[in-house]
C-alpha cells in the first residue's frame, strides 16, 4: 500500500502568503493519479486539483499543483480569507485510494 | 448534475453491523465505480472501499473482513455493510463517485469528483 505522508501538519500564514504543502509518497506514484482536496469545517471534500497539475472546474488559478514520482505539492499564491482549510492529497494504485494525514491552513 | 445522498441509521450498537446507502441522483449509476470513505471527528479521511456499477468490489485491506458492499442499479444506489462495529468506527461516513477523465495519452486522470454530504455514525450502546 502507498502511504501518503503530508508536511507540515498545520500551516500558519496571513491572508496574502505564499502556501506551499507538501504530499510525499512511499512509492511512486503516477501522477494522473493524484488529486488534492479542501475540507472546511463542516463540509464535504472539494476537488481542487486532478493530475497532479490540472486545477478542477471553478477553482481559481491561485491554487496550482505540481510534481512526480514520490513528491507532490500545492501551492497558494496568495491566500485569501475563503482558503484558510485542510487539504488532502490522494492518490490511486493497485485497485485502491489511500489519502494523506491532511494539511491544516489556519490564520496566523 | 450529479448528486449523492447517504442515509442509514446514526446510532448503532457495538458489535453490530452498520449499514448505509448512498443513493445517486441526476445520472446514472452506471458505468462508474463508487466509492465510500470516512472521517472520524477531527481526524483524517480513509477510503473504505468501492463498488462498481455491476458488483465488482475492491476493499481497503485493513477493513477486508468486515466490509461489504452491493449495488442496486434499478434504484441507483450502493450500500455499506460494516459488521462487527466498535467505537472506533464513529464517524462521517461518505459516498463519493470515482471519475475517469480525459486521456493524456499514457493514463487517464482518476478522482473523486462527486461526494455525498456525509452521514455521522455513532457506535455507541
Known amino acids: 500500500e502507498i502511504v501518503l505522508t503530508q508536511s507540515p501538519g498545520t500551516l500558519s500564514l496571513s491572508p496574502g502568503e505564499r502556501a506551499t504543502l507538501s504530499c510525499r509518497a512511499s512509492q511512486s506514484v503516477i501522477s494522473s493519479y493524484l488529486a488534492w482536496y479542501q475540507q472546511k469545517p463542516g463540509q464535504t471534500p472539494r476537488l481542487l486539483i486532478y493530475?497532479?497539475?490540472r486545477r478542477a472546474t471553478g477553482i481559481p488559478d491561485r491554487f496550482s499543483g505540481s510534481g512526480s514520482g514520490t513528491d507532490f505539492t500545492l501551492t497558494i499564491s496568495r491566500l485569501e480569507a475563503d482558503d484558510f482549510a485542510v487539504y488532502y492529497c490522494q492518490q490511486y494504485g493497485n485497485s485502491r485510494w489511500t489519502f494523506g494525514q491532511g494539511t491544516k491552513v489556519e490564520i496566523q | 448534475q450529479v448528486q449523492l445522498q447517504e442515509s442509514g441509521p446514526g446510532l448503532v450498537k457495538p458489535s453490530e453491523t452498520l449499514s448505509l446507502t448512498c443513493t445517486v441522483s441526476g445520472g446514472s449509476i452506471n458505468s462508474y465505480y463508487w466509492s465510500w470513505i470516512r472521517q472520524p471527528a477531527g481526524k483524517g479521511l480513509e477510503w473504505i472501499g468501492r463498488i462498481y456499477s455491476s458488483g465488482g468490489t475492491n476493499y481497503n485491506p485493513s477493513l477486508k473482513s468486515r466490509v461489504t458492499m452491493s449495488v442496486d442499479s434499478s434504484k441507483n444506489q450502493f450500500s455499506l455493510k460494516l459488521s462487527s462495529v466498535t467505537a472506533a468506527d464513529t464517524a462521517v461516513y461518505y459516498c463519493?463517485?470515482?471519475?475517469?477523465?480525459?486521456?493524456?495519452?499514457?493514463?487517464?486522470?482518476?478522482?473523486?469528483?462527486?461526494w455525498g454530504k456525509g452521514t455521522t455514525v455513532t457506535v455507541s450502546s
Open positions: 493530475g497532479a497539475s
Open positions: 463519493a463517485r470515482d471519475f475517469r477523465g480525459d486521456y493524456n495519452g499514457y493514463y487517464y486522470y482518476y478522482y473523486m469528483d462527486v
